[in-house]
């Protein structure tokens, strides 16, 4: 067994998921224990995935080339991924959401896809994560002053640009996390995480952090900040969660709690910028200095 600690969360995997390419996952490798974990993922070439009761929604993976499609079924939720390649054979992502066991017949004889099993595991968790108050939020997030300020915004407005922004004119803030940081309420308080999925950018840190702010970003012709009211940071927030999860009451229930938790404690802003320093300065000063 393969034991990696994410969250605080421990994924166990019948494979070393780093041996078999998934790189990201080294720096959460942890000792193997006795016990279960939250969410043990098994491989099985042969089996035979249980049949969907109704399915929630259907999406393109770029990084993958693939069609998928995201359904649940009795006892949990079933992921099923294809890639758009002649003689592709369909891979299933299979959980039980009680025990948080998981099993997929992905390919491991002669190398295993490794954009898809990347994937895979990442919804599969996800739907742990839902019920462990946490969620994966598609943002860029940046640390100073050993406070973490999340980025948030639709693909291609910016977010990597202003966090390297920060690097550049901020000195000592470094970047945690580029596309997937997961937070989660631990004892109450929310903290943010690196995790093993970032997106283009490598940047796997097995490191947390309180928050600091969150902040959605859009392009304009000058630079302006400004705080949010709780109902328009839920709706800044909220679009950058797991789209799959968007269409299961119950998994959207529960990333909408863990929402709300975060909010009651963590101000939102909208940053309206261009992609310079001054920009960067003026979101540092207001989300990490509290000016």
């Not at 896809?113 to 598609?138: K, P, Q, T, Y």
Request: proline fraction near 5%; glycine fraction near 8%; include cysteine.
């Amino acid at each position: 067994m393969h034991d990696y600690i994410i969250a605080q969360l421990r994924l166990r995997s019948d494979i070393d998921l780093v041996s078999c390419g998934l790189r990201g996952f080294k720096p959460f490798q942890a000792t193997a224990t006795e016990g279960d974990a939250d969410f043990h993922l098994s491989f099985d070439c042969n089996i035979t995935p249980p049949a969907a009761i109704e399915t929630l929604a259907t999406s393109y993976v770029a990084e993958a080339d693939a069609d998928s499609s995201f359904a649940r079924t009795d006892s949990g939720y079933l992921y099923a991924i294809k890639r758009r390649i002649e003689g592709a054979a369909t891979v299933h992502f299979y959980i039980d959401s009680t025990s948080g066991r998981a099993t997929t017949n992905i390919a491991t004889n002669d190398g295993v896809d490794v954009s898809i099993l990347r994937f895979g595991i990442w919804v599969l968790f996800g739907v742990v994560l839902a019920a462990n108050e946490g969620v994966a939020i598609h943002s860029s997030a940046i640390v100073s002053d050993d406070k973490c300020a999340m980025f948030l915004g639709e693909s291609g407005t910016g977010k990597s640009t202003h966090t390297r922004l920060w690097r550049e004119n901020i000195e000592g803030a470094r970047l945690l996390n580029d596309d997937s940081p997961i937070v989660r309420i631990i004892n109450g308080t929310p903290r943010i995480f690196g995790s093993p999925w970032s997106g283009k950018t490598p940047c796997y840190k097995n490191l947390d952090y309180p928050i600091a702010g969150i902040c959605r970003l859009s392009q304009a012709p000058h630079n302006k900040i400004r705080r949010l009211p709780t109902i328009l940071a839920i709706g800044a927030l909220l679009p950058s969660c797991p789209p799959l999860f968007a269409h299961d009451g119950t998994l959207q229930d529960m990333i909408c709690d863990t929402i709300g938790k975060v909010l009651r404690s963590t101000p939102a802003y909208s940053l309206e910028c261009l992609p310079n320093g001054d920009a960067a300065r003026l979101s540092h000063k207001t989300i990490i200095l509290n000016e």
